[in-house]
């Protein structure tokens, strides 16, 4: 008949949700944060038993950019995300960032904010967008790409 959802909070669980439906989405999550969570089902009086529990990791916040261009360079600053490992920038011609147009530049220190960018093409408009990520158990967990800035190169 229901399910409720349930989730670890302060070293205990707390009923979160009772639903008829078979999904749930938890909302107002804290950004690279871990979760954890059960589910029973009920039938009137008939209580089941608990589902495994499920772990889930939301991603890292992502970043605000801003651009600025220079002689046949531009440099991209954002704010930290906290806890993260590292970022990526992606600049490119195109507006719709295709392979052949884009290049990407890793940032492997998460206290690094800002990224300069030489030898462009004077004249030249350039789209630029930068991600953060997070490395857990070897694999890179991305935040959504900032918002695309374009400036055009002095």
């Known amino acids: ?26 909302t107002k999550l804290t950004a690279n944060k871990t979760y954890k969570f059960k589910v ?4 009137g009086t ?9 772990t889930a990791k939301t991603v890292p916040l992502k970043p605000t950019l801003t ?9 991209a600053s954002w704010k ?9 920038v992606q600049y490119s011609t195109s ?3 295709t392979k052949k147009t884009t290049k990407t530049s890793k940032i492997t220190k998460a206290k690094t904010t800002k990224k300069t960018i030489k030898s462009l093409k004077k004249g030249k408009k350039y789209y630029v967008r930068v991600r953060a990520y997070k490395t857990v158990n070897g694999k890179k967990v991305y935040s959504s790409w900032s918002s695309v800035k374009s400036v055009k190169v002095k």
Request: charged share 30%; hydrophobic share 30%; aromatic share 14%.
């Open 95 to 97: 507006k719709k960032f």
């Open 80 to 88: 930290t995300v906290a806890s993260i490992t590292g970022y990526e």
């Open 67 to 75: 651009v600025k261009a220079g002689k046949k360079q531009l440099t």
């Open 1 to 26: 008949q229901k399910y409720e959802i349930y989730r670890y909070v302060n070293k205990r669980w707390k009923k979160i949700k009772t639903t008829s439906k078979t999904s749930y989405k938890v």
């Open 46 to 54: 008939n209580i089941g038993s608990f589902s495994k529990v499920l």
């Open 40 to 43: 029973r089902a009920v039938a």
